[in-house]
């Protein structure tokens, strides 16, 4: 495609239309675009088909795993490990505490 640097503006901007290139304000632009002008429109569908057959005869070769792992990190984030402050220490030892008495009353009672 080196050929496309020469295109006309109207041809190179349905070109980056049919990839889906173009940034999202400039594409809601060009979408009004397509349902007022025909002629604009056709040009789209003919980037899109001839896109469309470049591509019929290429391997799927998948997403690399490293990029499924960062877009996930992304949408989920890594929760922070929880840290036990003053009120984690407290309770567990309170925990404990109640574990003895128990341990002993039970103990006591079997004798």
Do not use: C
Not at 47 to 67: K, S, V
Not at 78 to 83: K, V
């Amino acid at each position: 495609m080196a050929h496309i640097a020469h295109l006309p503006e109207d041809d190179a901007l349905a070109a980056d239309y049919a990839l889906g290139l173009l940034p999202n304000d400039k594409r809601r632009d060009v979408d009004g675009r397509m349902i007022s002008d025909a002629e604009f429109r056709t040009r789209v569908f003919r980037w899109h088909a001839r896109f469309t057959q470049m591509g019929e005869g290429l391997a799927d070769l998948g997403t690399p795993d490293w990029i499924k792992a960062s877009a996930i990190s992304t949408i989920v984030p890594t929760p922070e490990p929880q840290r036990y402050g003053v009120r984690g220490w407290r309770a567990a030892l309170a925990g404990l505490a109640v574990t003895g008495v128990a341990s002993l009353l039970v103990a006591t009672a079997m004798h």
